[in-house]
């Protein structure tokens, strides 16, 4: 349990689990909190998203910007909080090994300008729960704002950043 009293649905660890192990089922997994309580809002695949061919091409551009449109939809243009995870596929260089495939799962907590401040203190003080419960130690974190610091291009610079020379 949060330190806003929120508890964390155990349908979002298994549903997290489809996305990080194993055949990757899952390409975003979108949360909200509902009743006190997280859980799942979507669970959109690969096929879901009708996209084919190689992810690492584009840096997984295509899938993000469906992600970043579905969010925007479900938090009424970017004016209600969320979490989310996605299954980032992108290269980057890297010393010693030349041009690497990564995949990275990302977990994006939105607390965007336009939500009420309850809302932004919910989410906020409910995040160390889902975090939890997600075990996201080893998975990049990124807060949000607004909808610019949901870009492709940013988010893209940023994996890259951390990941090129590891």
């Not at 997280?38 to 959109?44: D, I, Q, R, T």
């Not at 998203?49 to 009424?76: M, P």
């Not at 419960?133 to 610019?148: C, H, P, R, W, Y």
Request: proline letters at 1%; aromatic letters at 10%.
């Amino acid at each position: 349990m949060s330190t806003s009293g929120v508890m964390v649905n155990p349908e979002v660890q298994s549903t997290f689990q489809k996305l990080s192990e194993g055949k990757k089922e899952y390409r975003y997994i979108i949360f909200k909190i509902e009743e006190r309580e997280v859980v799942v809002e979507a669970a959109v695949s690969q096929e879901e998203l009708g996209l084919t061919g190689d992810d690492y091409d584009d840096s997984s551009k295509a899938a993000f910007e469906k992600f970043v449109a579905d969010i925007k939809q479900r938090t009424d243009g970017f004016t209600d909080c969320r979490y989310a995870v996605f299954d980032f596929k992108f290269t980057c260089s890297r010393v010693g090994a030349g041009t690497s495939k990564m995949d990275k799962i990302v977990f994006l907590q939105l607390c965007p300008d336009g939500a009420s401040i309850k809302k932004k203190m919910v989410y906020a003080s409910s995040a160390s729960a889902i975090k939890a419960s997600l075990g996201t130690g080893k998975i990049l974190q990124f807060q949000v704002s607004d909808e610019s610091e949901m870009s492709h291009k940013e988010l893209l610079s940023k994996l890259t950043e951390k990941y090129a020379d590891n």
